[in-house]
């Protein structure tokens, strides 16, 4: 029916040029923009937080709009962001997540669009198989990390204690993404279920410790259950020694959980493959494409060994779910996460990864790995600065001897906007980090941060 809620093929051609020629105005900048922008007015502020009116207006003042909008923050696309963690966005995928709600098609039930189910299915098998997980592992596509460690917090839960988990304990390390603690507290533990475990001087999970920790608390009478490695934190990029967490988490009956999401598509790398080793061991792995293969952000995968233990935390029934929409043979996606309607998250990157093939990717990656061991070098061998850990990945985690100096040097890097560094604290001191994910940072977005830093130190 036309009307303004349905162009016709012309206009909508129209509308998404103009739509597309703000991207690629922005895609084309990428590799001269800063890696931030300019302070949020207050009046900008107030015309973006306007209601919509009652007869609309121009695409083009709402893309002005958007235009202003984007002015400010911090530039994923540039090859200077190097802080928190990275991700400038594939073109592709971009492609891929409009061509997903340009179809609209729903994928809560298989039967509902039993082709994407599929394509969503193939995605989750193939990140399965980088994992050497086995044929009974299983997942589902969910919108980040977050989400991806909550779903694996509630399966483990629901598989090792049932409903009553009041004595339930979950082992996590100082350096365990906040979001494991937040997921815990969603899924219902107290902050007294929550133990965090002894680090050796690398940072990594101590074994030991763990198993120590694991005996003193079931002798309290409590229920260990769960121990959440870490394959890359945040803070530093470690990675804790899997292989030797796996036996701990098996002699005691622990679910071991691995948050991979920003280090799990390392394992695309020979060198990922070694740092990552002892993951194939793990009863859930969270791995983020939104972080490690630049999918535009809201893809995170939950990848499960056991497929039985999804459906067990995750199965619903309403007497409105039609039997006969349930016969395509592939698992219904809903009942694998807390979701029911979502978008159809694997075309953004499935997309990308079928036209592109895996090795640029893996490319990609390893470029990663190679500046992350050039900063290192450089890093280590001016006086000064304090390089007590040796890059497992591509985060470059390093401090001035002075933290007031340290502090300095982020104020000034920041403030020229070339490069832009997050800070991290790690025993009461000030840390700076390089976060090397993005495809566009190269040697001189490196070497520049590094002789500021340089230039910082001498004054
Ligand atoms: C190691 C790790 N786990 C989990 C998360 C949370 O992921 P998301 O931001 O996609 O929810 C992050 C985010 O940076 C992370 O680095």
Do not use: C
């Not at 082709?115 to 994992?131: Q, T």
């Not at 002699?251 to 799990?264: I, K, N, P, R, S």
């Not at 043979?329 to 998250?345: K, Q, S, V």
């Amino acid at each position: 029916m036309p009307g303004p809620l349905e162009p016709g093929r012309e206009e909508r051609a129209a509308l998404a040029e103009d739509v597309l020629n703000v991207i690629q105005d922005w895609i084309d900048r990428a590799d001269t923009m800063p890696a931030s922008g300019v302070d949020l007015d207050d009046a900008l502020t107030a015309r973006l937080m306007a209601p919509p009116t009652e007869t609309g207006r121009s695409l083009e003042s709402i893309l002005a709009d958007v235009d202003d909008a984007g002015k400010s923050g911090v530039f994923h696309p540039s090859g200077g962001h190097l802080s928190y963690i990275p991700n400038a966005g594939l073109f592709t995928g971009a492609l891929g997540e409009f061509l997903a709600s340009g179809l609209n098609r729903y994928t809560g039930v298989s039967g509902a669009a039993p082709g994407m189910a599929a394509i969503e299915h193939g995605m989750v098998r193939w990140m399965a198989s980088l994992f050497d997980m086995g044929d009974t592992a299983s997942g589902l596509i969910l919108s980040g990390g977050s989400m991806a460690n909550l779903t694996a917090i509630v399966a483990a839960r629901t598989a090792r204690l049932g409903d009553e988990f009041t004595r339930g304990v979950i082992y996590v390390t100082p350096h365990t993404h906040h979001s494991v603690e937040k997921a815990a507290r969603i899924a219902g533990f107290r902050g007294d279920q929550i133990r965090v475990v002894g680090i050796d001087t690398d940072l990594r999970m101590d074994p030991d410790a763990l198993a120590v920790a694991v005996d003193r608390d079931r002798r309290d009478g409590l229920d260990p259950f769960l121990v959440v490695g870490s394959a890359g934190t945040t803070d530093t990029g470690t990675v804790d020694v899997l292989s030797q967490l796996a036996p701990v988490a098996e002699t005691e009956g622990l679910w071991l959980h691995v948050d991979a999401a920003y280090g799990g598509f390392f394992q695309l790398t020979d060198r990922g493959r070694t740092v990552l080793s002892g993951i194939e061991k793990a009863d859930s792995v969270s791995v983020d494409p939104h972080k490690g293969i630049s999918i535009p952000f809201g893809a995170g995968a939950l990848l499960v060994r056991d497929e039985a233990h999804l459906i067990d935390a995750n199965q619903g029934r309403g007497a409105y779910l039609r039997e006969e929409d349930h016969d395509s043979g592939l698992r219904d996606i809903a009942a694998l996460g807390p979701e029911l309607t979502r978008p159809f998250r694997a075309l953004q990157m499935w997309l990308p990864l079928h036209l592109h093939g895996v090795a640029p990717f893996r490319e990609a990656l390893d470029v990663s790995l190679d500046l992350a061991s050039h900063a290192y070098t450089r890093l280590g061998g001016i006086d000064g600065l304090e390089t007590p850990w040796a890059p497992d990945l591509s985060i470059v985690a390093f401090r001035f001897a002075d933290d007031d100096l340290g502090r300095r040097a982020l104020e000034s890097i920041n403030e020229e906007r070339m490069v832009h560094l997050s800070p991290t604290t790690i025993s009461g001191r000030l840390v700076l980090r390089f976060a090397i994910l993005n495809r566009r940072t190269t040697r001189d977005h490196i070497d520049h941060a590094i002789d500021m830093i340089e230039k910082t130190l001498v004054g």
